[in-house]
């Protein structure tokens, strides 16, 4: 995990990313370093049906074996997979997702995977399963303080700080007030 100076920087650095419209790369660095997991991302794309990319940007995060919270969300992730082949008339994927994606979770609860036989209206499912991966992932204690980026201000101000500490610009003195180097016109 980074330090805390450069767990700062980072931040920056996704900031700058996203005020660039560096948005692949800052969900890549989001997901390399784990600091921040961009929920309206995650969201976007189970709402695309990119689930396989959502798996993806989790794996930065969390595994499938980390915790019942971890399970749950991969778990919802492929609910969401089958119940869109279902809604695409697909029922041979849908099949497949049953064999190949939610088997593995009979091991947690088996049977599980006979649940979804039970969901008459996929529109109301599919919301029902997409609230269930939120409030797993508010819970998840593997997301704590990742669900929000610090505010940047104090950041900045913050990393200005420790960095002219740090190169010994202020030698164990307090260090002084930003000051406006504007002139005034008076």
Known sequence: MATDPDRGILFLILHYLDQQNLS??????????GLYFNMSYFEEML???????????????????DNL?????????????FLEALADGEREIAREV?????????????G????????????????VVMANIKRCINANPLFEGKLTLPPLPTTLQRLYTEAMAGRGF????????????RESND
Do not use: Q, W
């Open 24 to 33: 692949e790369t800052a969900r890549s660095l989001e997901c390399e370093t």
């Open 47 to 65: 709402n695309c049906c990119a689930y396989n990319e959502a798996e993806s940007y989790l794996c930065g995060f969390t595994d499938i074996h």
């Open 69 to 81: 919270y971890s399970t749950k969300i991969y778990f919802g992730i492929r609910k969401l997979k």
């Open 98 to 110: 049953v064999e190949n994606d939610i088997e593995i979770f009979s091991e947690y609860n088996p």
């Open 112 to 127: 599980s995977h006979r649940l979804l036989s039970s969901y008459k209206n996929l529109k109301e499912a599919r919301k």
């Open 170 to 181: 202020f030698n164990g003195r307090e260090v002084p007030p930003a000051t406006c180097r």
